[in-house]
């Protein structure tokens, strides 16, 4: 295990720019190391002590782990981060979400620092070797317990995991959860996608949604920060250099495990095959959530009013934060870190509750 919470060292930025040097030789510039220093960058800037590992699950696969403040009791909380991501995004959310508890934020399989293992093709089999690995990760951590938070595609692996280990959850919080809303009929979604678009995306269909990154080679890196230049702005309180970007960037340049299985289980314009809120009222009723949406986002938070209308009886709150985008935990981090906050608290309290009884 690793133990860190302290700036990174000169020789390390050294490294770093030999190893981007030498990368230049080959197509794609990253690899495991850079992917390391790029997260290193970012989580010297987090204040709390952590405690980093990979832990090993019952094969050769391993998820790459973040834990904070490590031996708080109170009730704890586990982080899933979305498509394309990794537990370094947390950055901005772990200072004050584990000041009264033990934060768990880790690589999901497939993605970040985490092994990148063939996943099944069929987009059941994928989203179940994703629960399954949440599962593996749990009990090697030696977790009884916890408040589940996923945003995006994280808040669909994490209703799932709901749905299959209900005994280990004790509140479900999804942020802007992607793959709830079924595709509406074909006549009604292409009346308002314009001709280039359909083009466009039948061109694009039979590829990974970041394969361009990868194919530009040594131009991936300017990518995005041409086509992401919001994610610098989101973060601009805690970072004032380019390590988001770099951070995104060697996230998805390397081989695109998670990346394929995500495609797998979507259809044409990013609907899931698999529309969660089919499958919503599967959750046991006695599993409270809160669903937390930005205004601004590409996500429409009807899909959480649905879903309270289908869990008729159980705890389901619904908070539309006002100017945040998909990314509302970083648009509007202060709002987001009260509202995860005030949820753990009345977990904790209930945890009280009932050992007392």
């Known amino acids: 295990m690793e133990e860190t919470g302290t700036p990174g060292s000169a020789s390390d930025a050294d490294q770093e720019r030999g190893n981007w040097f030498s990368s230049w030789f080959t197509w794609c510039p990253t690899s495991e190391r850079l992917l390391e220093l790029a997260e290193l960058q970012i989580l010297k800037k987090i204040q709390s002590y952590y405690e980093s590992e990979f ?7 391993r998820i790459w782990t973040l834990k904070f403040n490590p031996r708080a009791r109170n009730t704890p909380l586990v982080l899933i981060h979305g498509f394309g991501g990794g537990a370094a995004l947390w950055a901005m959310n772990v200072d004050s979400l584990s000041q009264n508890r033990t934060v768990y934020a880790f690589d999901v399989l497939g993605f970040g620092r985490s092994s990148r293992p063939l ?5 059941g089999e994928a989203e179940e070797q994703f629960v399954d690995s949440v599962e593996q990760w749990r009990e090697k951590i030696g977790l ?7 945003h995006s595609f994280g808040g669909y692996l994490a209703s799932s995991y709901a749905i299959k280990y209900p005994s280990r959850v004790k509140h479900l919080i999804l942020a802007d959860p992607w793959g ?19 083009f466009l995306g039948a061109v694009l269909s039979p590829f990974n949604p970041l394969a361009g990154l990868r194919a530009a ?7 995005v920060r041409q086509f992401r230049p919001d994610f610098q702005r989101k973060f601009s309180s ?9 951070y ?8 695109p495990s998670g990346e394929t299985a995500f495609k797998n289980m979507t259809i044409p314009y990013g609907w899931a095959r698999h529309p969660m809120i089919y499958r919503i009222t599967s959750i046991d009723r006695n599993i409270p959530m809160t669903m937390i949406y930005g205004s601004r986002s590409w996500i429409d938070s009807s899909s959480g009013q649905e879903t309270k209308e289908r869990r008729i009886g159980c705890e389901v709150d619904i908070v539309v934060v006002t100017g945040a985008g998909h990314h509302v935990y970083v648009d509007k981090p202060q709002q987001f870190n009260e509202l995860v906050e005030s949820v753990c608290q009345k977990e904790d309290e209930s945890s009280t509750e009932h050992a007392a009884d």
């Open 248 to 255: 995104i960037y060697h996230c998805n340049a390397q081989e």
């Open 238 to 246: 805690m970072l004032s250099d380019d390590a988001i970007f770099n």
């Open 144 to 150: 009884d317990k916890f408040v589940l938070l996923g």
């Open 55 to 61: 832990v090993h699950l019952g094969n050769e696969h």
């Open 217 to 223: 080679g040594p131009w991936g890196p300017s990518l």
């Open 180 to 198: 709830f809303p079924v595709k509406p009929f074909e006549s009604n979604t292409n009346r308002h996608i314009p001709v280039w678009v359909k």
């Open 119 to 123: 996943l099944s093709s069929d987009p």
